[in-house]
Structures are given as structure tokens and as C-alpha cells.
């Protein structure tokens, strides 16, 4: 069943609130504009602040030992992270101390943020030719 399946709903729950934060945003904050750069800040700005929600739901989590069945499974922080919400898990990292003993979460973390920066260098380089 889809519900017994903690990947399938953490990523189904924070894709909603992803998508809706980044129309909320959008709307709100960038005053509907139609470039494609204001729902690139949109979703940055919206898929930073649920993955910062969620490093700390899964550290509150953690602490509860009566409801480690339902932890938010590592591959979908790493998802958030890939999806533009590397520089907020950092920060969640670093605030909530959650994530940052075991090693192989932070060798795949730091090596999706080394393919983001890449990615943004070739993007600006690209851009900035034309």
C-alpha cells in the first residue's frame, strides 16, 4: 500500500507543499510575473523553507523514540537537497546538529552540492555569452 510506505509519503507531502509554496510565493512575493527566473526564485525560496521544515521534523523524530517507524528516510532529504534545497539543509544541518556524524549522508550530500555549483557555473557561463 502506498501509505505504508514512508518514502512514498514524505516525498508526496513535501512535493504538495513544495509546489504549492512556490504558487503562494509567486503570487505573493514576485507579483505574478511570467519569467521563468521569478518561479526559479519561487520554488528556491519555497523547496529551501520545506527542506529546512523537514531536517527539523525528522530531528524531532528522532528524539521520539516511540516514533522512529515513521522517520523521514534519508533518500528524502537527499531529494530536497537535489531539488534546490541544499543551502537550507546545510543550515538545517548545522542548527539542529541532525545528519552530520554519519558519513555516508554527508558524502552524498556534499557531492550534490559539488554538481549544483558545477551546474550554476556552466548555467551563468552560459548565460552570460549571450
Not at 49 to 56: N, P, Q, S
Request: aromatic share 16%; net charge positive; proline share 2%.
Amino acid at each position: 500500500m502506498f501509505w505504508k510506505n514512508p518514502t512514498r509519503v514524505h516525498l508526496l507531502i513535501v512535493l504538495i507543499l513544495s509546489v504549492g509554496l512556490t504558487v503562494a510565493a509567486w503570487y505573493y512575493l514576485m507579483n505574478r510575473r511570467q519569467q521563468w527566473q521569478f518561479w526559479l526564485a519561487s520554488w528556491l525560496l519555497a523547496v529551501n523553507l520545506v527542506t529546512f521544515a523537514w531536517y527539523g521534523f525528522d530531528k524531532l523524530l528522532a528524539t521520539r523514540v516511540l516514533l522512529v517507524w515513521w522517520r523521514v528516510p534519508e533518500n528524502v532529504l537527499h531529494t530536497l537537497s537535489t531539488l534546490g534545497g541544499s543551502p537550507a539543509a546545510l543550515l538545517a544541518m548545522w542548527i539542529f546538529r541532525h545528519k552530520t556524524i554519519k558519513r555516508s549522508f554527508r558524502i552524498l550530500f556534499w557531492c550534490i552540492v559539488v554538481l549544483q555549483v558545477v551546474l550554476a557555473a556552466y548555467i551563468v557561463k552560459t548565460l552570460w555569452r549571450d
